[in-house]
């Protein structure tokens, strides 16, 4: 089946820990996008990646950090900078490059809480 | 920054009643989006609107775009108490802007259908 597949499901980190979420995708998607969401709000743009070997920061990438060396992965590392990490975080896949001329597909997303 | 910006945050309504999602944008886009989200779950697309067009339909969904005003509208008729759900509008940059490349989210309006 093609999609997109986020692990773990839910992830606990301990103070001062990095942690790295994991986004896998299968439909051959050039886009692929990293996501935060809080309770009750909507969803912030933390990186995103046009082609492989390349991405841009969002609006919240201070305390994290990504890499694209292959197309259908785009692993997201949550280092101990950030101060707030706990949150749900999604991960999209889009087809194409610039500018964003279809729709997103999203895994069901990583729950990350600091303990 | 957010983007899109929805109106009203929280809806409530009975089956079978129409329910109406506003959203408003701040730049130039290429086209808006509008997804789903359930309870702790990913988006999944519902509609895309491009910049060239007016209205469109998707079964019980009626989009609307105003590029004059910056602004969208989900109208989801006849509805279900399996519509329950986070509704989101998305925007894709138009050429040019910080936003280029991106697909940015708005805050979402909880719909909420009582059987």
């Known amino acids: 089946d093609g999609g997109i597949t986020q692990s773990p499901k839910y992830l606990f980190r301990k103070e001062g820990q990095n942690v790295t979420l994991s986004c896998e995708q299968n439909?051959?998607?050039?886009?692929m996008y990293w996501y935060r969401q809080d309770p009750g709000q909507g969803l912030r743009l933390i990186y995103y990646?046009?082609?492989?070997?390349?991405?841009q920061k969002g609006d919240i990438a201070e305390g994290y950090s990504v890499s694209r060396e292959k197309k259908e992965s785009f692993p997201l590392t949550v280092t101990s900078a950030q101060k707030n990490p706990t949150a749900f975080y999604l991960c999209?896949?889009?087809?194409?490059?610039?500018?964003?001329?279809?729709?997103?597909?999203f895994g069901q997303g990583t729950r990350l809480t600091v303990v | 920054s957010q983007q899109g910006e929805e109106d009203p945050q929280a809806l409530s309504i009975q089956e079978g009643e129409n329910a109406t999602m506003n959203c408003s944008y701040k730049?130039?886009?290429?086209?808006l989006q509008w997804y789903r989200q359930n309870s702790g779950r990913g988006l999944v697309h519902l509609i895309l609107?491009?910049?060239?067009?007016r209205e469109k339909h998707s079964g019980r969904l009626r989009v609307t775009l105003d590029t004059s005003k910056k602004s969208s509208s989900l109208l989801i008729t006849a509805s279900r108490a399996a519509d329950t759900a986070s509704y989101f509008c998305?925007?894709?940059?138009?050429?040019?802007?910080?936003?280029?490349?991106?697909?940015?989210f708005g805050q979402g309006t909880i719909l909420t259908v009582h059987p």
């Open positions: 999209a896949s889009s087809p194409g490059t610039l500018p964003i001329r279809t729709e997103a597909f």
């Open positions: 439909l051959n998607h050039d886009a």
């Open positions: 990646s046009q082609i492989v070997n390349d991405f």
């Open positions: 730049t130039s886009i290429n086209n």
């Open positions: 609107i491009r910049s060239n067009e």
């Open positions: 998305a925007t894709g940059a138009g050429a040019g802007g910080t936003s280029y490349g991106k697909l940015t």
